[in-house]
């Protein structure tokens, strides 16, 4: 079954400190990865995307890493700010045939960064 | 600015009435995506649309219609037959080919209550 999971489910770490999210895929056969943020009540916005072959993208203060052979995939926040208080939500496209894929998303990890 | 709007913002619906949900993109995307989101869950999609005139049902289409009159409006009718409508609605717009290399546009969603 094409699975995307993530964890932890709920973080709280303070204002200026790094944190890791990890998320999990049991999808195949594979696409791309895409990390998105959404705020509270928003629609989400797209952080990063990779296909199998990138290891590392960055974005700013977030940098993605991608692991295909172990199916693993991290989203890394350098000097948290308040603002990036949100839900992070991995996404695994599945690919089946052409130009078509299918995204499975992840439940997210509620982020909550404290003055 | 490009991008996609979503109206209204909060919905309410009485028992057994159908209620529709405004989606219009101005990006020139091909693909719009209805999705659904509940707490705890990841998004799960109702309807897609690759092309004008064209759509296909999703995971959980029971209970939805929809139309694709027109390249940048895929509007959302969520019918009297959904039991369970209560649920953050979000719409999404990608190049054609479901963006492969491109990530989804969201809009800011539509929250729907059942009274």
């Known amino acids: 079954k094409n699975q995307v999971e993530q964890s932890p489910q709920s973080l709280i770490i303070l204002e200026g400190k790094n944190c890791t999210l990890q998320?999990?895929?049991?999808?195949?056969?594979?696409?791309?990865l895409r990390w998105y943020k959404q705020d509270t009540g928003r629609g989400p916005v797209s952080l990063t995307i990779m296909t199998f072959s990138e290891n590392t993208k960055s974005n700013g203060r977030y940098t993605a890493t991608l692991d295909a052979d172990t199916k693993q995939s991290s989203l890394h926040i350098t000097a948290s700010q308040l603002s990036d208080s949100a839900s992070y939500i991995c996404?695994?496209?599945?690919?089946?045939?052409?130009?078509?894929?299918?995204?499975?998303f992840g439940t997210g990890t509620l982020l909550a960064v404290q003055p | 600015d490009g991008g996609i709007t979503q109206s209204p913002k909060y919905l309410f619906r009485k028992e057994g009435q159908n209620v529709t949900l405004s989606c219009e993109q101005n990006l020139n995307h091909d693909a719009m995506y209805w999705y659904r989101q509940d707490p705890g869950q990841g998004l799960r999609l109702i309807y897609y649309s690759q092309i004008v005139n064209d759509f296909q049902k999703g995971d959980i289409a029971e209970g939805y219609s929809v139309s694709r009159e027109k390249k940048e409006s895929f509007p959302l009718t969520v019918t009297s037959a959904q039991k369970n409508p209560t649920a953050f609605y979000l719409c999404a717009s990608s190049p054609k080919g479901g963006g492969v290399f491109y990530g989804y546009t969201f809009g800011s969603g539509t929250r729907l209550t059942v009274v």
């Open positions: 996404v695994v496209s599945h690919s089946y045939g052409g130009a078509t894929n299918k995204l499975i």
């Open positions: 998320c999990n895929y049991t999808v195949s056969p594979f696409s791309n």
